[in-house]
């Protein structure tokens, strides 16, 4: 029988986490993306939105990536998970080729 229930969990919970950063990095690219700058000096507006801008494709960008971390721990949690249920057949199947004299 395994042991790996604890590392599942472990590469779950950091999958999670790893989503819900990169939940809040799209809502903080939209909100820098939406964000008025009509309130500044007419010469500043332009500056503004240009930094606004780039760091709402900094937040986007940092969302896919975070995406990506996330994805992949999940995928090693399921491939690790799949791989240990085969094994644990395996051996059960073994078990059951020792007859009665084992």
């Given at each position: 029988m395994s042991h790996m229930g604890l590392e599942y969990n472990a590469l779950r919970a950091g999958s999670?986490?790893?989503?819900?950063?990169?939940?809040?990095l799209e809502e903080t690219a939209r909100d820098l993306g939406a964000a008025p700058t009509g309130g500044l000096a007419p010469e500043c507006q332009?500056?503004?939105?240009?930094?606004?801008?780039?760091?709402?494709?900094?937040?986007?960008?940092?969302?896919?990536?975070?995406?990506?971390?996330?994805?992949?721990?999940e995928e090693v949690a399921a491939r690790t998970a799949a791989a240990?249920?085969?094994?644990?057949?395996?051996?059960?199947?073994?078990?059951?080729?020792l007859g009665p004299a084992r």
């Open positions: 999670e986490r790893w989503a819900s950063l990169g939940e809040l332009g500056a503004a939105r240009a930094f606004l801008s780039a760091w709402e494709g900094y937040a986007g960008e940092s969302a896919a990536i975070v995406d990506g971390f996330s994805t992949a721990l240990d249920s085969s094994t644990r057949g395996d051996m059960e199947d073994l078990d059951s080729r």
